[in-house]
T-cell receptor, first 114, second 112 residues
Framework: GDSVTQTEGQVALSEEDFLTIHCNYS??????LFWYVQYPGEGPQFLFR?????EKGSSRGFEATYDKGTTSFHLRKASVQESDSAVYYC?????????????FGSGTQLTVMP | ETAVFQTPNYHVTQVGNEVSFNCKQT?????MYWYKQDSKKLLKIMFS???????VNETVPRRFSPQSSDKAHLNLRIKSVEPEDSAVYLC???????????FGPGTRLTVL
């Protein structure tokens, strides 16, 4: 079945560091790809998505590019802040009866130190 | 501002009991979902419900069932809880055809 792999379980950075969280997917079709962020005590929040090859999604300084060749959707940010500390989830989605069935990766805990 | 509301925030119960969690969204969305988030933060879809059509993840045990009175409400009932049901249950909603899902804050279930 379809799956999403996030290789980093935890990432620790200092403020203004560059962030990369790796996301690779396996799917039989042509899924949409998503990034969600979850802060403590809250539900996940949609960051952005991309739905075709070479499309770039971005929000709040984060960005990722859909790469069908390498089956990847890596999250990047040029300069992280302490407020970016959270769990980040990559997900793939397939349309089913008008709704999106999301399959999430295992999540990456980002900790940014001041 | 919270637009997907879940009650209760926490629930502690004994093995074999029945529990029910409530979810309400005020966004005018037509699709609602239930997810399970385990202690390792793994998120898995359990159900989606759209225009009275239910899509069930085949791995969900039969003791779980969603209950909807209208498109703004989707409750979750667990008939006879087991220790492995301890988790955070997250409700979400979306508008048909659009990508973004909005999540509630979750209900944390502990089964003793």
């Amino acid at each position: 079945g379809d799956s999403v792999t996030q290789t980093e379980g935890q990432v620790a950075l200092s403020e203004e560091d560059f962030l990369t969280i790796h996301c690779n997917y396996s799917a039989s079709g042509y899924p949409a790809l998503f990034w969600y962020v979850q802060y403590p005590g809250e539900g996940p929040q949609f960051l952005f998505r991309a739905s075709r090859d070479k499309e770039k999604g971005s929000s709040r300084g984060f960005e990722a590019t859909y790469d069908k060749g390498t089956t990847s959707f890596h999250l990047r940010k040029a300069s992280v802040q302490e407020s970016d500390s959270a769990v980040y989830y990559c997900a793939l989605g397939e349309a089913s009866s008008g709704s999106w069935q999301l399959i999430f990766g295992s999540g990456t805990q980002l900790t940014v130190m001041p | 501002e919270t637009a997907v509301f879940q009650t209760p925030n926490y629930h502690v119960t004994q093995v074999g009991n029945e529990v029910s969690f409530n979810c309400k969204q005020t966004l005018g969305h037509d699709t609602m979902y239930w997810y399970k988030q385990d202690s390792k933060k793994l998120l898995k879809i359990m159900f989606s419900y759209n225009n009275k059509q239910l899509i069930v993840n085949e791995t969900v045990p039969r003791r779980f069932s969603p209950q909807s009175s209208d498109k703004a409400h989707l409750n979750l009932r667990i008939k006879s809880v087991e220790p492995e049901d301890s988790a955070v249950y997250l409700c979400a909603s979306s508008l048909r055809g659009l990508y973004e899902q909005y999540f509630g804050p979750g209900t944390r279930l502990t089964v003793l």
